[in-house]
Nanobody
């Protein structure tokens, strides 16, 4: 199973960016997908998780109301739509997948990507 993130880059505050989590070797309707991020000098934090049947999605308070999920079954991806970005969102964003319904902490996820860098700066 491979997990590959893409879509990162340099953007200005107040703009939007969409990250993609592409998974091969595992059908995402059997797995929970979590997005994590690690800002410079800080610990990695979980910012969102969507259950295997897409019935429940959870977002950290720091991104609630600004970030949402988007699903592409044909490409087997779970994308993270990020709106109204601010400099505090600057981080490496990681996607991780776990067979089953719910996410777990980073080290307990089954498959983890290498991350994509998002920089929010004017």
């Amino acid at each position: 199973v491979q997990v590959v993130e893409s879509g990162g880059g340099l953007v200005q505050p107040g703009t939007s960016l969409r990250l993609s989590c592409a998974v091969s070797g595992l059908t995402l309707d059997t797995a929970a997908v979590g997005w994590f991020r690690q800002a410079p000098g800080k610990e990695r934090e979980e910012i969102s998780c969507i259950t295997n049947d897409d019935s429940t999605s959870v977002f950290a308070d720091s991104v609630k109301g600004r970030f949402t999920f988007a699903r592409d079954n044909a490409k087997n991806t779970r994308d993270l739509q990020m709106n109204n970005l601010n400099p505090e969102d600057t981080a490496v964003y990681f996607c991780a997948v776990r067979s089953g319904r719910y996410c777990k902490p980073w080290d307990a996820m089954d498959y983890r990507g290498k991350g994509t860098l998002v920089t929010v700066s004017s």
